[in-house]
């Protein structure tokens, strides 16, 4: 065992001290010392996809979050109804930045609030007509909302409300497609679960029930890019100019139609692979469509990722990807010359949902940084196994980290830079710590692409040596 897998796992020890004994032992499950080469077997790799330990706090969000925050959410000219209580119908209202051309209320709704606003006697005695009368008047008040969708909230599946009757009749009432989402929050251990269910209702309500005029042998699908702050449209930009047809976004910036004609591309590209892998491994099996993942955070991964996807196509393609890396090479060579030196050396620790904690750690090394401590806060065994490879022996891996966890840790790791959720950035402000926003690029962006790494460089070396730090103790 290496020096540096002992430290961290002495490190852990100390952290794990605070907790009473079964609590511990729960824990020390999902922390680990990373292992790049995997030879440890189970021993190095932490435990994930189990529901959190009550009382202890977590940072995950819910399967109603990942169907209609994620996967959902973003598809522009639908309208998507938050079926329970205001409470959650409320949160939904706040937009992940997922960026849209369009007229928000006329022909996009990707930032609208509509919930059916449950009360009391709705819990009592159903809400199902309520979900029929809303739907007539969203068909009434928006009459170029090509679909609606129903997420459910956890007192629609508590009351047992029969949402795909009412979706089956307004379906044809109404002539568009109703799709029901059974996305309680109560399902699952987190928002990945979320995730699942709403591609699968894409699969059996949407997908492969549109017409598309013409094929070509460049069809592509951009999946799991959800276009916070433009990042599926700096991504769309390369695959284009590489010679690519996109045909579908899944799920920033897409339509229905985009949605329903996706089985006719033959290739699928998969950035997130934590929420659309479902939807992949299906349209290989259903229509015989390849998928492969790619990486367009930083140069280096963009460099590797561009060949990759290269690789299916014919000479053609091949032939205007290198143009393309030559084209942008020099321009991403004068990024990393202006920002390498004023961040080598600096550390980083990231605890992301979704496919950041390790998609990230490549743009980080381009600049000179070090990722020291990585986690998901839904991921699953195949998250973690994709990730050990990326970060260096004796990294530290949590899962389901807990906001103690993350402050102990923080304090004897001592990051230059924590890259996390919205729930953790004031507490990492009042620490002295410098933080970015890594679910929604704190109010910047993209971050993905050629368009994305200069903004994303900026935006760490604003953080990382701002003055501000200067001002505040940092608290140990």
Same mark, same amino acid.
């Given at each position: 065992?290496?020096?540096?897998?002992?430290?961290?796992?002495?490190?852990?020890?100390?952290?794990?001290?605070?907790?009473?004994?079964?609590?511990?032992?729960?824990?020390? *499950?999902?922390?680990?010392?990373?292992?790049?080469?995997?030879?440890?077997?189970?021993?190095?790799?932490?435990?994930?996809?189990?529901? $959190?330990?009550?009382?202890? =706090?977590?940072?995950?969000?819910?399967?109603?979050?990942? $169907?209609? #925050?994620?996967?959902?959410?973003?598809?522009?000219?639908?309208?998507?109804?938050?079926?329970?209580?205001?409470?959650?119908?409320?949160?939904?209202?706040?937009?992940?930045?997922?960026?849209?051309?369009?007229?928000?209320?006329?022909?996009?709704?990707?930032?609208?609030?509509?919930?059916?606003?449950?009360?009391?006697?709705?819990?009592?005695? #159903?809400?199902? *007509?309520?979900?029929?009368?809303?739907?007539?008047?969203?068909?009434?008040?928006?009459?170029?909302?090509?679909?609606?969708?129903?997420?459910?909230?956890?007192?629609?599946?508590?009351?047992?409300?029969?949402?795909?009757?009412?979706?089956?009749?307004?379906?044809?009432?109404?002539?568009? !497609?109703?799709? !029901?989402?059974?996305?309680?929050?109560?399902?699952?251990?987190?928002?990945?679960?979320?995730?699942?269910?709403?591609?699968?209702?894409?699969?059996?309500?949407?997908?492969?029930?549109?017409?598309?005029?013409?094929?070509?042998?460049?069809?592509?699908?951009?999946?799991?890019?959800?276009?916070?702050?433009?990042?599926?449209?700096?991504?769309? *930009?390369?695959?284009?100019?590489?010679?690519?047809?996109?045909?579908?976004?899944?799920?920033?910036?897409?339509?229905?139609?985009?949605?329903?004609?996706?089985?006719?591309?033959?290739?699928?590209?998969?950035?997130?692979?934590?929420?659309?892998?479902?939807?992949?491994?299906?349209?290989?099996?259903?229509?015989?469509?390849?998928?492969?993942?790619?990486?367009?955070?930083? !140069?280096?991964?963009?460099?590797?990722?561009?060949?990759?996807?290269?690789?299916?196509?014919?000479?053609?393609?091949?032939?205007?990807?290198?143009?393309?890396?030559?084209?942008?090479? !020099?321009?991403?060579?004068?990024?990393?010359?202006?920002?390498?030196?004023?961040?080598?050396?600096?550390?980083?620790?990231?605890?992301?949902?979704?496919?950041?904690?390790?998609?990230?750690?490549?743009?980080?090394?381009?600049?000179?940084?070090?990722?020291?401590?990585?986690?998901?806060?839904?991921?699953?065994?195949?998250?973690? *196994?994709?990730?050990?490879?990326?970060?260096?022996?004796?990294?530290?891996?949590?899962?389901?980290?807990?906001?103690?966890?993350?402050?102990?840790?923080?304090?004897? =790791?001592?990051?230059?830079?924590?890259?996390?959720?919205?729930?953790?950035?004031?507490?990492?402000?009042?620490?002295?710590?410098?933080?970015?926003?890594?679910?929604?690029?704190?109010?910047?962006?993209?971050?993905?692409?050629?368009?994305?790494?200069?903004?994303?460089?900026?935006?760490?070396?604003?953080?990382?040596?701002?003055?501000?730090?200067?001002?505040?103790?940092?608290?140990?």
């Amino acid at each position: 065992m290496s020096t540096a897998i002992k430290e961290t796992q002495k490190l852990i020890e100390e952290v794990l001290e605070a907790y009473p004994e079964k609590t511990k032992k729960d824990r020390a *499950k999902h922390l680990a010392a990373n292992d790049p080469t995997g030879e440890c077997g189970s021993a190095c790799q932490v435990k994930s996809n189990v529901k $959190s330990r009550p009382g202890v =706090m977590t940072i995950r969000g819910c399967a109603y979050a990942g $169907s209609k #925050g994620v996967v959902w959410g973003p598809v522009k000219d639908v309208v998507h109804i938050s079926h329970g209580p205001i409470g959650c119908g409320q949160y939904s209202w706040w937009s992940r930045r997922n960026y849209y051309n369009g007229i928000t209320g006329i022909d996009s709704f990707g930032t609208m609030h509509i919930t059916s606003d449950f009360q009391e006697k709705d819990i009592v005695f #159903g809400g199902d *007509k309520k979900l029929e009368q809303l739907c007539r008047e969203i068909k009434e008040l928006f009459p170029l909302a090509k679909a609606i969708s129903i997420q459910s909230e956890c007192p629609i599946g508590l009351i047992g409300d029969d949402i795909e009757s009412v979706a089956r009749k307004m379906t044809k009432e109404l002539n568009i !497609p109703v799709v !029901p989402v059974r996305c309680e929050g109560f399902r699952g251990v987190s928002q990945s679960l979320g995730h699942h269910i709403a591609n699968d209702s894409i699969r059996d309500h949407v997908l492969g029930k549109g017409k598309m005029e013409k094929s070509t042998p460049y069809d592509v699908n951009l999946i799991g890019d959800y276009n916070i702050g433009g990042d599926a449209w700096a991504s769309r *930009k390369i695959l284009e100019e590489m010679g690519l047809r996109v045909i579908a976004q899944w799920s920033g910036d897409a339509t229905i139609n985009e949605l329903s004609i996706a089985n006719k591309a033959r290739l699928n590209l998969i950035h997130c692979y934590r929420s659309m892998n479902y939807i992949c491994r299906h349209m290989e099996e259903a229509y015989g469509i390849p998928w492969v993942e790619y990486n367009f955070f930083g !140069p280096t991964k963009i460099y590797q990722s561009i060949r990759k996807i290269a690789s299916y196509f014919d000479d053609y393609i091949k032939e205007k990807s290198e143009k393309v890396i030559e084209k942008y090479k !020099p321009m991403m060579d004068r990024v990393i010359e202006e920002y390498r030196p004023k961040l080598e050396g600096k550390t980083v620790m990231l605890y992301v949902g979704g496919l950041r904690p390790r998609h990230v750690i490549g743009a980080y090394e381009d600049l000179g940084m070090e990722v020291i401590a990585a986690g998901y806060e839904f991921g699953h065994n195949d998250d973690y *196994k994709r990730t050990y490879p990326e970060l260096k022996e004796g990294a530290l891996i949590y899962d389901d980290a807990t906001p103690y966890e993350l402050e102990e840790f923080s304090k004897r =790791m001592r990051p230059d830079l924590v890259g996390s959720g919205i729930k953790e950035k004031y507490a990492y402000h009042k620490m002295g710590i410098p933080f970015r926003q890594m679910h929604s690029w704190d109010y910047s962006g993209p971050y993905h692409g050629f368009d994305g790494f200069p903004i994303f460089a900026r935006d760490m070396d604003m953080t990382v040596n701002s003055p501000t730090w200067d001002l505040i103790r940092r608290r140990r």
